[in-house]
């Protein structure tokens, strides 16, 4: 097949020139993100009409495309997710926290009844509330039973009625 006129124009990388790319990212993350987030600000109003007219208009893309996603990458899913419900919230520090890496950090001890648990039966518990502003991060997350986080969420609003 004979390459089109922009792949003559950028040929692709070789998986060398690929690696030494990413090294250089790595060594210089902070640089990288810097000069990323000044784009972006700079962009923002030519980018986010563009980006919002595509939201609009493939609807149904994005939910085959999320359906598929979500069924390769469960645990992603699920992560991503909980980072999202946690940023609307309005947790102020936030970050992709995973069932499975909590579930091995606490060795798969419930925090809140200090029993063990069950893959099935395991849940995330943050430490301080989200609606008492704690954060979504590792140090704020611990392993639960499921019943247990929901009789401390039921708890935590019952006491927070009474200070009303
Ligand atoms: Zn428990």
């Known amino acids: 097949m004979p390459l089109s006129r922009e792949r003559l124009a950028h040929p692709p990388h070789t998986s060398k ?4 790319a990413a090294q250089r990212r790595a060594n210089n993350r ?6 990323a987030r000044r784009s972006h600000a700079k962009h923002r109003e030519e980018r986010n009409p563009k980006a919002r007219a595509y939201y609009h208009t493939h ?5 085959v ?6 069924k390769e990458h469960p645990e992603k899913f699920r992560t991503y997710a909980k980072r999202r419900y946690a940023l ?10 995973s069932l499975d890496v909590i579930f091995e950090r606490d060795k798969g001890i419930c ?25 979504h991060t590792y140090q ?3 392993l639960a039973h499921i019943r247990c986080n929901c009789s401390k969420r039921a708890s935590t609003i019952t006491q927070q009625q009474r200070l009303f």
């Not at 495309?65 to 979500?70: E, F, G, V």
């Not at 609307?88 to 926290?97: D, I, L, P, Q, T």
Request: charged share 35%; with cysteine.
């Open 65 to 70: 495309y999320r359906k598929i996603y979500s």
């Open 30 to 35: 902070e640089y990288a993100n810097a000069i």
């Open 59 to 63: 609807k149904k893309e994005r939910t």
């Open 140 to 142: 704020n997350c611990a």
């Open 88 to 97: 609307k919230r309005g947790a102020s520090k936030h970050e992709n926290v």
């Open 17 to 20: 020139e690929e690696a030494s």
């Open 111 to 135: 925090s809140l009844c200090l029993k063990r648990v069950k893959r099935a039966e395991a849940s995330m518990d943050h430490v301080i509330p989200l609606m008492q502003g704690g954060d």
